[in-house]
């Protein structure tokens, strides 16, 4: 959660947290896309 925080750019986690429960198919896009910039592959 503290890497996806800072990806996002959010200061504080509970700015991220409101994606896992307002919006669960947006958090589906935005970790698909984290775990291809995690991997190096960037995040487009």
Known sequence: M???CTYLGH??????????TGAPELM???????DRFAQGGGAS
């Open 28 to 34: 589906a896009v935005v970790g698909e896309k984290f």
């Open 2 to 4: 503290f890497w996806l």
């Open 11 to 20: 200061a504080k986690i509970s700015d991220t947290y409101w994606y896992l």
